[in-house]
Every structure is written in C-alpha cells, then in structure tokens.
C-alpha cells in the first residue's frame, strides 16, 4: 500500500506562477522526502525533511511539514516549464526507515 | 563520473521466460533498492538490501528475486511467477542512513510480449 497520497493528481499553471502540492501519510515517519521525475526517467531527489523539522528552504523550493496533521506540502515560486514534470513524496517510516515508500505523485504542467 | 546505471532501457520477454535487470552504482553506498512503476500506482518497493549479502522483501516481492553479491550490485531477477511484469523498473542506491537520500538509475522499461 501506499504511505504518502499527493493532491491534487494533476496540476495545470501558467509560466511565473506558484505550484503547491500536498501528501498526506498515515504512519510515523522519520523523515519525508519530495523526489522529480521527468516523463520516462528516473527519479531526481529535491528535498529531504525530518520529522523535527517544520520548514525547509532550497532555491524556488519551499517544504513544510506537519507531523500533527501527518502531512506536508511542497511550493514551486515563479514556475518555469522545465518544472513540467511529477513529483512524489516519498516517507521513511520511524519503524523502519530503510522502507522509503512512495505516494503516486503530482504531475505539474507550466504553460509557456 | 559517479552514478547509478541500469541496463537495458528497454527489455522485451516472452511469457515464461525470466529475465535479469541489472543495477550498478559506484558511489560506493550501503543500501539498494528495486521499485516498480505502474501507471497510476506511483513506484512500489519490490526488494531493498542494505549491507552486502543481505536483502530483505518490500510490498510487492511474489515472483521477483534478488542478489547482493558484491557493494556496486544488484540484480533484479523477474521471473515466470510474476503475473504481471511489464512495468518501469527503477533501481536506487543511498549512504544507508536514516536522513539520507536516494539516487535512482534511469529505468528499464519491460515488456512482456
């Protein structure tokens, strides 16, 4: 099953704009991960935060976590279209940590 | 140039045959993992190992097998008992810790004919 559910599935914006895209989780987690794939390729790690953190900054990524809600969001400032792509979170669970599990992510089209 | 390599990129199968991924990195991490990725599904952990000579069973392990022989690899056997196997494969490697991230190869696209 899958720990991590992006919202919303699908996302259409135009070029300048702000994407944000939510998981949500069911279990504990140690840290909670937001990778990148674009179409047919592997995956690209973003942003790594852990469960004692609450916000964390790279570049035009901004991610929040809330471990009370058991969820996290993640915010692309000033979309460009090479931002066209999905993008997962993935939870390492506080029981387990080597079992990274993946949501079915958030696939992000910006508009030129 | 560091890195995870997967081959082949694209891998065609008959029914009943198994058939072999390859998985290699020379970043010199601990832990490897196989996922599959289904349209719709996201990617579900297949097998991860962490240390040389020990792997352990993700969510969806029934009719795959795995080896971790050697610190750089870790093949992917699919075998006949895998109902379903045309997918995207997608090897990753990390350091192995518990904040560490994960470096994923470019996939090997299978499909059963």
């Known amino acids: 099953s899958q720990q991590g559910e992006e919202d919303p599935q699908a996302l259409s914006i135009q070029e300048g704009e702000n994407a944000t895209m939510n998981c949500s989780y069911k279990?504990?987690?140690?840290?909670l991960q937001w990778y990148r794939q674009n179409s047919g390729r592997g995956l690209v790690h973003l942003i790594l935060i852990r469960s004692n953190e609450r916000e964390k900054h790279s570049g035009r990524l901004r991610v929040t976590l809330d471990t009370s809600k058991k969820s996290s969001s993640l915010l692309i400032t000033a979309s460009r279209a090479a931002d066209t792509a999905s993008y997962f979170c993935a939870t390492a669970p506080s029981g387990g940590y080597q079992k990274v599990t993946f949501g079915i992510g958030t696939k992000l089209q910006v508009i030129p | 140039d560091g890195g995870i390599t997967q081959s082949p990129k694209y891998l065609f199968r008959k029914e009943g045959q198994n058939v072999t991924l390859s998985c290699e990195q020379n970043?010199?991490?601990?832990?490897m993992y196989w996922y599959r990725q289904d349209p719709g599904q996201g990617l579900r952990l297949i097998y991860y190992s962490q240390i040389v000579n020990d792997f352990q069973k993700g969510d969806i392990a029934e009719g795959y097998s795995v080896s971790r022989e050697k610190k750089e690899s870790f093949p992917l056997t699919v075998t006949s008992a895998q109902k379903n196997p045309t997918a995207f494969y997608l090897c990753?490697?990390?350091?192995?810790?518990?904040?560490?991230?994960?470096?994923f190869g470019q996939g090997t696209r299978l499909t059963v004919v």
């Open positions: 970043l010199n991490h601990d832990a």
């Open positions: 279990t504990s987690i140690n840290n």
């Open positions: 990753a490697s990390s350091l192995g810790g518990k904040n560490t991230e994960a470096f």
